[in-house]
């Protein structure tokens, strides 16, 4: 029987070239503080966590997570390491409600959540070493040809620029689209009026014939966005993603529920619990966990499962390969978000710097290759030197 035999992580912090912050670049949940400097400072990650999990025939399996990874690799080490050593990795369902359980009291969500999930990812990723087998051939296979991704950057920047960025978007065959506002309730009529602008110059530029989907990261307030959901509505949006903060349930709630644009969330929600309270109060038209903050694999599959019972789309925060296997494995995940390679700014980009072995998207595509075992992805060399990386 294949036992686990060492757990190691490692917070890789960037050292490198950055983008600067601009002056409202994305609404976030800090807009509503009285704040001087760079209010998106606290949504910045420039470090990232892996998770290697080795077995005792030799075979490594590797997991992530973006959020507070030196906290989280503190939790990984000292709490859930001594709950997974000398176990059967195939024992993965047994092993998730072990973490959960003995983490109950304080691990529920945020840091407790993503480091289960870094460790779930790696086992998923050893399991497909182990059979030989892409992970989402052990999840079910695959459901769809090519997993459709839309482009999701379109920050917000002078109009020009943004035209500029998008029609790049357009070029390279992509037909769906996510851009973000720059500004939120504290800025008054003024900011109403500069967030419509970016809207109205996107469509300019992708037309009506493609799928736009608007972002405000938890920057507005149920107040603000019953305001700008009247004025939003001739843009036809596919979706409003995150217009309050997470544990705003009942905002999400009412706001889905006016019929006007369906609500998109669950980037910030960690539990399958969370999720049956947004379906119950059918508080989001779309589901975006991300699998590196809510369990891993193994719970996101029971959301997925949750989700469809509601007939309520998932479609996975960010993109990165974790995510692919589960949308090409599931039917009621129609297609991914995908971050184009940029220089390190928010810090999605940091994948593309750490790892090697993402799909590159052709005509707005991205296809998973059935003859590499697990995710498909290695820990890369080549930014190194750009890193300082705690053990």
Known sequence: MTKIKSVKTKVYQWKG?????QSNFCTNASDLLYEKGDNMGSFRFHEWLTCEIE??????GIGNSALAPQVVK?????YLTPLILNEDPFDYAYLWEKMYRRTLAWGRKGVGMTAISAVDIAIWDLLGKLTNKPVFKLLGGRTKEKIPVYASKLYSQPIEDLKKEAQSYVDQGFKMFKMRFGWGPKDGPDGVKKNLELVEAVREVVGYDTDLMLECYMGWNLEYTKHMLPKLIKFQPKWLEEPVIADDIHGYAELNNMNMIPISGGEHEFSLFGFRQLL???????IQYDTNR???ITAAQKINALAEAYQVPVIPHAGQMHNYHLTMANLNCPFSEFFPVHDVEIGNELFYYIFEGDPEPKNGFIDLDENTPGLGINLSNKYEKDFQIIE
């Open 17 to 21: 070239k950055t983008v600067p912050p």
């Open 55 to 60: 077995t005792d025939d030799g075979l490594v």
């Open 294 to 296: 809510v369990g891993g």
């Open 280 to 286: 119950d109060l059918k508080a989001v038209s779309y």
């Open 74 to 78: 503190k939790t990984i080490d000292h």
